[in-house]
């Protein structure tokens, strides 16, 4: 096996699902911007386009992260954590990584009994996606 993403794809455990939960994580300040999953379809495309690609469920596709909402995530780094068995991707988010237009989606926070949203929206989820309105 000598190509280089065939053997990175060699040491990923993939669940029963042949999913990955995979965390994108800005690369220059550590702030946590989403979690997605991950087919070897969308680790190869990530790898070989250096742009975040996930598998989505409920779409049963493909997507690179800002195809619709411009909203891109540039790949840097792809690690893999000590069991295999989940994908960290160090990325260069262009703009909000939230479908509800906020630059993270752990905008809620489990504060004194109840989740408090912590981080309002940047841009409307209209704006976002203006043909999913009217």
Avoid at 21 to 41: K, S
């Amino acid at each position: 096996m000598t190509d280089p993403i065939e053997r990175a794809l060699a040491e990923i455990k993939f669940g029963a699902d042949g999913l990955v939960p995979a965390i994108a994580q800005q690369h220059d300040t550590g702030e946590i911007l989403m979690m997605a999953w991950m087919n070897r379809d969308a680790v190869r495309a990530s790898l070989a386009e250096g742009r975040a690609c996930y598998w989505s469920r409920s779409r049963a596709r493909l997507w690179r992260k800002g195809e619709t909402s411009g909203q891109v995530q540039r790949l840097r780094e792809m690690r893999l954590d000590c069991d295999g068995d989940a994908v960290l991707l160090l990325v260069d988010q262009q703009g909000v990584a939230c479908h509800t237009g906020r630059r993270s989606c752990f905008f809620r926070a489990w504060r004194e009994g109840v989740w408090t949203v912590i981080a309002e929206p940047s841009i409307s989820p209209e704006a976002l996606y203006p043909e999913n309105t009217g």
